[in-house]
């Protein structure tokens, strides 16, 4: 199993995270699917909106190395597609996942792009870079080139970030509950 046991989720995770993402909760969706080795990431029509969002804001980044190499045309086109039709699931392949990320980070800031949002795709983009250069010199044989080898280049990066310093691909949020006992979100 490529994750660590988990023993509850706050209402963020377990329903808002899906039904209202956020663009750092998009990119932990990549995170997490790429982290496991899938071979593409799975978005609903709510998070295929804020992808699309994001992608469209800034005409400028059709221009962009990373789009002008591998073309995203087509993928807004089944962005925009699963957010008309409500589908439940998208798949997006791995490499477009990776160009994705790719065109994001060369995005200008924007108003509807948080410090968090931010520096959890800072943390993506230089965790994919260490999953594809082993700076750690990982070796192949106890670790091979799955999960196991991502996970323990997480545990020895040199530059811990907010989901390697979370011991895994799990970016929760830690909740406490309040003298009512309600949940007190505090990422």
Known sequence: MPYEQM???????????RQQPRRRDVLLRVFHALFA?????????????????????????????????????NTLVRLRTSVADQR???????????????????????????AQDAHTLAALVQHLAEWATNPAAVPSSPYGTGWR????????????????RQGGPF???????SATGQLVETD
Do not use: M
Not at 7 to 17: I, N
Not at 46 to 72: M, N, Q, R, Y
Not at 91 to 106: G, M, N, P, R
């Open 37 to 73: 080795g899938l071979e593409g990431v799975g978005l609903n029509a709510h998070e295929c909106a804020v992808t699309l969002e994001w992608l469209t804001e800034d005409p400028a980044l059709e221009g962009s190395k990373p789009w002008t190499a591998d073309p995203l045309d």
């Open 88 to 114: 439940q699931t998208t798949w997006l392949s791995a490499q477009t996942a990776h160009t994705i990320v790719a065109v994001l980070q060369e995005a200008p800031a924007s108003p509807a792009t948080t």
């Open 7 to 17: 023993g509850w989720l706050c209402w963020h995770c377990l329903v808002e995270r």
């Open 149 to 164: 080898y991502r996970r323990q280049l997480l545990s020895l990066t040199c530059h811990p970030t907010v989901l390697s």
């Open 171 to 177: 970016h929760l949020f830690q909740c406490r509950v």
